[in-house]
């Protein structure tokens, strides 16, 4: 999803409260804080030499222990005010994709793609998964497209990267 989509979701449905699906079936607590707004530039290079570059905007949830049990979310309103206070300070780049940061004490850190959104108990549910990461020269590697690697064909002299 890109920013842009994302601040139009939440325009359009800011008096619900706001959910996160960080895995199939378990939420975000509703003690999280949106703490960090990330406006990033990549530039990079793949083992087969390709170059690439495109922005991300990363929104981290936290959940503050002190509020262990909170069970009202956050409103869609408050959280796209917060978004919008940072966008004040520091412009968005509305194409770049939009990635959550999230971690708990039994989900280890991750940056979450958002896959979707559902409305669901009069709440905007918005749902989050992971990209594995994945050889974006297969070709100049010599790996076929379907193959899935093992950590031999990838370790030195293995054939890849």
Same mark, same amino acid.
């Given at each position: 999803?890109?920013?842009?989509?994302?601040?139009?979701?939440?325009?359009?449905?800011?008096?619900?409260?706001? *959910?996160?699906?960080?895995?199939?079936?378990?939420?975000? =607590?509703?003690?999280?804080?949106?703490?960090?707004?990330?406006? *990033?530039? !990549?530039?990079?290079?793949?083992? =087969?030499?390709?170059?690439?570059?495109?922005?991300?905007?990363?929104?981290? *949830?936290?959940?503050?222990?002190? $509020?262990?049990?909170?069970?009202?979310?956050?409103?869609?309103?408050?959280?796209?005010?917060?978004?919008?206070?940072?966008?004040?300070?520091?412009?968005?780049?509305?194409?770049?994709?939009?990635?959550?940061?999230?971690?708990?004490?039994?989900?280890?850190?991750?940056?979450?793609?958002?896959?979707?959104?559902? !409305?669901?108990? =009069?709440? *905007?549910?918005?749902?989050?998964?992971?990209?594995?990461?994945?050889?974006?020269?297969? $070709?100049?590697?010599?790996?076929?497209?379907? $193959?899935?690697?093992?950590?031999? $064909?990838?370790?030195? =002299?293995?054939?890849?990267?």
């Amino acid at each position: 999803m890109k920013t842009s989509e994302l601040f139009d979701l939440l325009k359009s449905h800011q008096a619900k409260p706001l *959910l996160f699906e960080y895995a199939p079936n378990l939420l975000v =607590g509703a003690n999280y804080h949106i703490t960090e707004v990330k406006h *990033l530039k !990549i530039d990079s290079v793949d083992c =087969g030499a390709g170059t690439d570059a495109w922005h991300e905007t990363i929104i981290q *949830l936290w959940e503050s222990p002190e $509020e262990i049990g909170k069970t009202e979310f956050m409103k869609v309103s408050k959280a796209l005010a917060i978004l919008d206070r940072v966008g004040q300070m520091k412009s968005y780049d509305m194409d770049a994709e939009v990635k959550f940061e999230y971690s708990n004490a039994n989900f280890h850190k991750a940056q979450l793609f958002v896959t979707g959104f559902v !409305i669901k108990n =009069g709440n *905007l549910l918005i749902k989050l998964d992971i990209n594995p990461t994945d050889c974006k020269a297969k $070709e100049a590697c010599g790996v076929a497209q379907s $193959e899935e690697l093992s950590v031999n $064909e990838c370790a030195p =002299g293995g054939g890849c990267c």
